[in-house]
């Protein structure tokens, strides 16, 4: 499975997978896949970092796990492949970006690719998931690895934007030095979460590239239409 996450990352952690944990962790996904159907594809568990890679990097969305129906997972937290129906919490991602940046037409496609290649780390907290059985994989090690990954770029970049929606990613990134960087938090974007009024208004989507400018970096066309 390692020879799917690109030379560039493995440099980058090559200490934390080399650990006793990983090469475990790297067992255990095995076996899941031989022996259940999960998500995504084996190729694509670690799309979110060959999609953006470590240089670039200047926005994380921290999410829970894949999608875990067939066909939906593409190895970007929130993100489907082209052509799948757009999933409620995606919808709902899309609906306060058009708000928020006063957008005429919602995205129809819900393949969030060209984020992940404009700098935007779409990072679940677990990689894995068996079909239709969501948090299937949470008591596997994937949280020790993701939250490495987190530290790694905390301690070694400056002005990333950290984007924490529900308390699940807020407890995910406790560590981050809000010194260093910009943390934004409301809550979850499912349906759920939304209805009860804490989502929509957020206004993150507008506070990222405001923070982004500031620090001279290019803002993020978020509009997957464009």
Same mark, same amino acid.
């Given at each position: 499975?390692?020879?799917?996450?690109?030379?560039?990352?493995?440099?980058?952690?090559?200490?934390?997978?080399?650990?006793?944990?990983?090469?475990?962790?790297? $067992? #255990?996904?095995?076996? @899941?896949?031989? &022996? /259940?159907?999960? +998500?995504?594809? $084996? #190729?694509?568990?670690? @799309?979110?970092? &060959? /999609?953006?890679? +470590?240089?670039?990097?200047?926005?994380?969305?921290?999410?829970?796990?894949?999608?875990?129906?067939?066909?939906?997972?593409?190895?970007?937290?929130?993100?489907?492949?082209?052509?799948?129906?757009?999933?409620?919490?995606?919808?709902?991602?899309?609906?306060?970006?058009?708000?928020?940046?006063?957008?005429?037409?919602?995205?129809?496609?819900?393949?969030?690719?060209?984020?992940?290649?404009?700098?935007?780390?779409?990072?679940?907290?677990?990689?894995?998931?068996?079909?239709?059985?969501?948090?299937?994989?949470?008591?596997?090690?994937?949280?020790?690895?993701?939250?490495?990954?987190?530290?790694?770029?905390?301690?070694?970049?400056?002005?990333?934007?950290?984007?924490?929606?529900?308390?699940?990613?807020?407890?995910?990134?406790?560590?981050?030095?809000?010194?260093?960087?910009?943390?934004?938090?409301?809550?979850?974007?499912?349906?759920?979460?939304?209805?009860?009024?804490?989502?929509?208004?957020?206004?993150?989507?507008?506070?990222?590239?405001?923070?982004?400018?500031?620090?001279?970096?290019?803002?993020?066309?978020?509009?997957?239409?464009?």
């Amino acid at each position: 499975m390692l020879r799917n996450l690109n030379p560039a990352w493995q440099t980058i952690i090559a200490d934390e997978i080399e650990k006793t944990y990983f090469q475990d962790l790297m $067992k #255990e996904v095995a076996v @899941e896949y031989q &022996n /259940q159907i999960c +998500f995504p594809p $084996k #190729e694509l568990i670690f @799309e979110a970092f &060959n /999609q953006c890679s +470590f240089d670039v990097v200047k926005v994380v969305i921290i999410g829970q796990d894949p999608y875990h129906g067939v066909g939906e997972a593409n190895g970007l937290c929130f993100s489907v492949a082209d052509g799948v129906r757009i999933p409620p919490s995606l919808r709902n991602i899309f609906r306060e970006m058009s708000d928020d940046l006063g957008t005429v037409f919602l995205p129809t496609s819900g393949n969030l690719e060209s984020w992940a290649q404009q700098g935007v780390l779409l990072l679940n907290a677990t990689l894995t998931v068996r079909q239709d059985s969501p948090n299937s994989h949470k008591h596997l090690k994937w949280s020790q690895f993701t939250d490495a990954v987190i530290e790694f770029i905390n301690s070694k970049k400056e002005g990333i934007v950290f984007v924490l929606w529900g308390s699940f990613a807020q407890k995910k990134g406790v560590k981050i030095d809000r010194n260093k960087h910009l943390v934004l938090t409301s809550g979850h974007p499912s349906p759920l979460s939304a209805n009860q009024g804490k989502w929509f208004g957020n206004k993150h989507f507008s506070q990222v590239n405001d923070y982004l400018e500031a620090n001279n970096k290019e803002a993020i066309i978020w509009n997957t239409n464009s």
